[in-house]
């Protein structure tokens, strides 16, 4: 895009960067604003990293303040890893959403407001006492933009005969065109995009893109706004992209394992927020290789994957917090049965029901040790909403290799949240191999756990003539499988089953350090907190400081050569959001190693300004 | 991964079904009768022994497929019909049975339980019911009855009991039955109609406990008494029993119930006996007979209550990824798929 597509009379800045919150009623379409929104700034070439932030009702009252519903978006003329800690510019639809977001928006940012829905009732319903839109402060501290969009969006439809409701659900496209002209993006795609997901509804459609091109016209005429803005493309990596949540890429992942593999991807699960994006995508994939099952329950949810993994299948399952607490004493099952298993956990706001909606990382030690025995499995976590798809194809590509479950984290940031993900080609996927036993394997009779140099069993399925063979839950002789009650067998096994989760080692890569490799203060983050702590390092050394960067996509088993890594550094700093479990982890794996612990748990991800603040109070 | 295809259909007999490992159930249980009907009726069907697997959960029931030498999970308790059914979905043209005991399957996995045979998903649910938790050593199981001293209930069992056929009936079953572990040939045949009928079967073994329960069916089992008692149900044939034959179920449509009746008494005669119809859709009569043993004074029915013909939940997902496989133009390839809606390209 380039800046000549501004009329005249309006001056147009270039900005490397914003940050920008759509907040409103959970019913006044603010997901998909800020969906939409992201799209078309991607579409223009800006990387792009989004916050979606809604209630877990699914329609709490209207006007209240418990029913504010958000999207954030950053977008960047060059690398964006999170959403953006603050927003420069807040869009709010409704009393609600200004009281309970005004906070956040930066001093001197740019505020909109929807005018039209500060009436008694709802500014009543938010708890204001009088109209803040009469408050000298709006004016003073931001940059205050009041706009009526009931009322301009009710005349765009005048004498369209759509009902007063529909006419006002079209005011988030009201609100969508102002922006589009604001950061000047070109109309027509988005009119395009408005006719192809109403193209059930014409009436509607063309509602809403009458709407659009109104909001879009009054940010040129209305005279409130001095400047518009163009972000420019960001340098990203030559090739072809899409915009992905972190649900969607995990989808993608798995069933472009049974593409490649051409074996069958099968997924039991139990819907539960936030992972349910997972089980529905791949329930649309019927023809690509991917079977689904939603169960009566989280555990026959598991029960089904471990049941369709002996059946030779590439067996999955997806959940969240509460849901893995009742998959636990399946997953011991599939650890001693030795059976390949991807569990993905998109972690929430816990303990108990805790925040659904809401992003934490506080599964790290459950998934580590929460089952019973002496139980050990890889646990992997996905870094971004577009490492979901790399991290799924990983899980499966080490289930199957080591014959055993794998824990894949995520969160509810990550899940929900989207950036650009570049399609990869074929060659750069990684390998997912199953290897089934067709033939005895020790003097004409069939071992089930007889084990290859990695300590790695075979993996005969039913329908194989000859290798019939029982698997259980009972502790089972080192060869033939069957039920042993012998304790040396019983030491032998659990010490053979650890070993061949410890040399999966081999494929964990040694980490890099981003930054200096030693020195002063080493930033350690692991899944969803890598874009903050990205950002902050990079933001710290901008500031002149010796401040360096590891990510940990293995938690079990840890790289080779972390202990050596945080060993280089004066003090380390674990980022999470959560009450400090990696810390933990970290001094138990490496003693004399003590991290400085950086938690929020806020149901946010962690703002990087409050990490470079931390990081300079260290130094 | 479909099996390879078979000539000739293989010629078993009980012994190629046997794993070699001795049973290690207490002398006396019934579990070993069970066991022996089920390796002699499997040579019968023909179907090859790696495509058949055996599915259990926890319990003495439970250590089953070890015995058999089949394909086998022994997995946890009452999750059983959760892997068979991952397992049928994912490899439909597999023989699935799942073993089980009153306590895995009603208790602790009721919920699994009940939604297998909601979903008629096409395994074979065999209950072995012996109304007493064995393997934990004798505490009140869900089909014990009210008022049971067990370990856990000394002073009697305040809980009614799951009626098993009823509450398979009750969840949509297509297929129930009944047997006795002693009453070899009724087994047998019980276990046949069970593996021929497509769909969730589900099969309800009286099963004695020597050693926790011993006797629980000893009213149904003694030479003295059974003819009184057992209520054998042959589809299409007329509901009687009694030592000569002579007692029958007949409804009386006034009051909608079943009654006993004595044919030769009163003016009855074989045509005021209800004849059984285990293939009616309309599941009513079915249920009022899996009532019966619970009304004083009427027989215990055996044999088979239902047997109707309904798609299988692994048939209509079949169907239904066949019908997306052909409605779909052509197979996309990966970056095809990967590429699916919007995308833009940088020319770096």
Known sequence: MSTQNAPPGHKVAEIETVTIRFVGDSGDGMQLTGAEFTRSSALAGNDVATFPDFPAEIRAPAGSLAGVSGYQVNIGAHDVHTPGDAPDVLVAMNPAALKTNLADLKSGGLLIVNAGAFTPQNLEKAGYPKNPLEDETLRSGYRYVAIDMNRLTEAALSGSGLSAKDVARCKNYFALGMLNWLYSRPLEPQIEAIRQRFQKKPELAEANVKVFQAGYAYGDTCELFYERYVVPASPLAKGTYRTVTGNHATALGFATVAKTTGRQVFFGGYPITPSSEIIQDLSKWKEHGVVTFQAEDEIAGIGSAIGAAYGGALAVTATSGPGLSLKVEMLGLAVILELPLVVVDVQRGGPSTGMPTKTEQADLLMALFGRHGEAPMPVLAAQSPADCFWAAMEAMRVAVKWMTPVLLLTDGYLANGSEPFRIPDLSELPKVEPRYQREPNREGKYMPYLRDEKLVRPWAVPGTPGLEHRVGGLEKDSLTGMVSYDGTNHEHMIRIRAQKIRNAIEDVPDLAVDGPEKGEVLLVSWGGTYGSVRTAAEALRAQGKAVSHVHLRWLYPLPRNLGEVLRRFRRVVVAEVNDGQLAFYLRGSYPGVDPVSHTRINGKPLKVSELVEKVNQIL | ?348
């Open chain 2, 1 to 348: 991964m479909s099996p390879p295809p078979q000539a000739t259909a293989p010629t078993y007999t009980k012994k190629d079904f046997e794993s070699g490992v001795d049973p290690r159930w207490c002398p006396g249980c019934g579990d070993y009768s069970i066991i022996n009907q089920v390796q002699r009726t499997l040579p019968l069907a023909g179907v090859a022994r790696e495509n058949i697997v055996f599915v259990s959960g926890i319990g003495c029931s439970s250590r089953f497929p070890y015995y058999m030498r089949n394909y086998g999970m022994h997995t946890v308790h009452g999750r059983a019909p959760s892997f068979a059914t991952g397992l049928k979905l994912s490899r439909p043209e597999l023989e699935v049975w799942v073993v089980t005991g009153d306590g895995d399957a009603l208790a602790i996995g009721g919920n699994h339980f009940i939604h297998a045979v909601r979903r008629n998903v096409d395994i074979k649910i065999l209950v072995f019911n012996n109304r007493i938790y064995g393997l934990t050593k004798g505490q009140v199981s869900p089909t014990s009855e009210l008022g049971k001293k067990t370990k856990t209930t000394p002073h009697g069992s305040p809980d009614y009991p799951f009626n098993p056929p009823a509450l398979a009936l009750g969840a949509g079953a297509t297929f129930v039955a009944r047997s006795i572990d002693v009453e070899g040939p009724h087994l047998g045949g019980v276990l046949k109609a069970a593996q021929e009928h497509r769909g969730t079967a589900f099969v309800e073994v009286f099963q004695n406990c020597p050693v926790f329960n011993d006797g629980a069916y000893g009213f149904l089992t003694e030479k003295a008494t059974k003819p009184e008692t057992q209520l054998r149900m042959e589809h299409g044939k007329p509901l009687l029993f009694g030592k000569d034959m002579r007692k029958g179920i007949r409804f009386e449509p006034r009051t909608a119930r079943l009654e006993v009746v004595t044919v030769g008494e009163k003016g009855i005669t074989e045509a005021d006996v209800l004849v059984h119809d285990a293939q009616r859709d309309d599941p009513t009569f079915a249920f009022m007979l899996a009532n019966l043993d619970h009304s004083p004074g009427f027989p215990t029915p055996i044999g088979v209550f239902r047997d109707v013909r309904r798609p299988t939940a692994d048939e209509i997902t079949w169907q239904l990824i066949d019908s997306a496989r052909s409605s779909s133009r052509r197979q996309l390839s990966v970056a095809e798929f990967l590429a699916a809606g919007e995308t833009w390209t940088v020319n770096g």
